[in-house]
């Protein structure tokens, strides 16, 4: 495993890491969970991910239960929530968003859940256009003061609304955010590679990037319709698949996929693999969340390194122009 540092920041984390969305606590127990945190620790992984929003806080305490039993020394790996979307089916108005108190409660509910201290990381999940983007950043830098988290974030907030906030945070000498959690795979690139640009030379913001495999779509699972037990056959996740196959996006996107597993299958490597090497070409992604619903994956995932010598770049410009 090979670590690269979060943005500016001296905090170095593994480049692979592992999240949690959608698969804890629906597809992984935490006996499952405990394992995979096993094949993650034992590859090199540092950085675990997960929010408050996903299962509605139930990934969280599934993560916890399965930290806890591994009994590892805290300070050898980082764990993440996120706070916006809060964990209630129908919340109130005060249980979720930025404002000082969800961010406070939300932190405090959060290390309850994943039974630790401190959080590593913690991101606003989204930018709440309620809230003063100011409170945001006093709230993070409180949590800071108070040792409750060690760095903050943001997750897919515009170069715009990121920079408002550091701006904030260096005229009143507060914390500036370390981080931003975008999306960014072969499909999806506009935001990560033109709207960011600026951004991460002029903040040196780090970055964790999800759905390196566009939730499955880059495994090539998809082509043939949709397996059972995927994320996009599972209940709940029915707009999910709409946006992913059932819809002219989907389809479009299929497209693109069949044409990328081609030359997969010409170099006689693995979609997924090949996917998640890409990835790591690019300097400005400081650590890819990986994610998986079956150890195998997690196993074929942590392989995608070797698929790094086979990106020439006449492959990577053939795999660019689709
Ligand atoms: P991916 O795009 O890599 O999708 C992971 C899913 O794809 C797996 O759960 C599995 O789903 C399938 N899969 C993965 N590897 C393989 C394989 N080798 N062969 C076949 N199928 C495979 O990542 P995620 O979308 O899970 O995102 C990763 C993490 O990023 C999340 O856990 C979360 O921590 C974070 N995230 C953050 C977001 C944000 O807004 N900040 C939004 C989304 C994610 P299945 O088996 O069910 O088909």
């Not at 500016?8 to 480049?15: A, I, P, Q, R, Y």
């Not at 992984?45 to 590892?72: C, H, P, T, W």
């Not at 059932?246 to 996929?257: I, T």
Request: net charge neutral; with cysteine.
């Amino acid at each position: 495993m090979k670590y690269r540092n979060l943005g500016k920041s001296g905090l170095k984390v593994s480049e692979l890491s592992f999240g949690s969305w959608v698969t804890f606590n629906k597809q992984v127990d935490t006996k499952l969970a405990e394992k995979m945190f096993g094949t993650c620790l034992d590859a090199g992984i540092n950085f675990f991910d997960n929010a408050e929003g996903y299962e509605r806080g139930q990934s969280e305490v599934v993560m916890g239960k399965a930290l806890k039993a591994l009994d590892k020394p805290r300070d050898s790996y980082c764990v993440s929530s996120k706070v916006f979307f809060g964990t209630k089916e129908k919340p109130l108005p005060t249980q979720i968003g930025l404002s000082r108190k969800h961010v406070s409660e939300a932190c405090d509910q959060a290390l309850k859940r994943l039974q630790v201290d401190y959080l590593d990381l913690y991101f606003c999940h989204r930018a709440d256009p309620d809230t003063p983007i100011g409170e945001t950043v006093w709230a993070m830098h409180n949590l800071i003061s108070q040792g409750k988290v060690l760095y903050w974030g943001t997750s897919e907030w515009t170069a715009e609304e990121i920079t408002e906030a550091y701006e904030f945070a260096e005229k009143h000498h507060l914390t500036p955010p370390t981080m931003e959690q975008p999306q960014y795979n072969l499909l999806d690139r506009k935001r990560f590679e033109i709207e960011y640009k600026p951004i991460f030379k002029k903040f040196g913001m780090g970055t964790t990037i999800w759905s390196p495999l566009a939730s499955g779509a880059l495994t090539g699972k998809y082509l043939d319709g949709v397996p059972k037990g995927s994320r996009a056959s599972l209940e709940g996740y029915e707009w999910l698949k709409k946006y992913m196959i059932d819809s002219d996006r989907g389809q479009a996107r299929m497209k693109k996929v069949a044409e990328l597993m081609n030359i997969a299958e010409e170099l006689g490597e693995s979609l997924s693999k090949i996917a998640i090497a890409w990835c790591l070409l690019n300097e400005n992604v400081s650590t890819i969340i990986l994610g998986a619903s079956k150890i195998e994956q997690l196993e074929e995932n942590l392989k995608a390194p070797e698929a790094l010598p086979l990106l020439t770049e006449e492959v990577q410009k053939r795999l660019g122009s689709i």
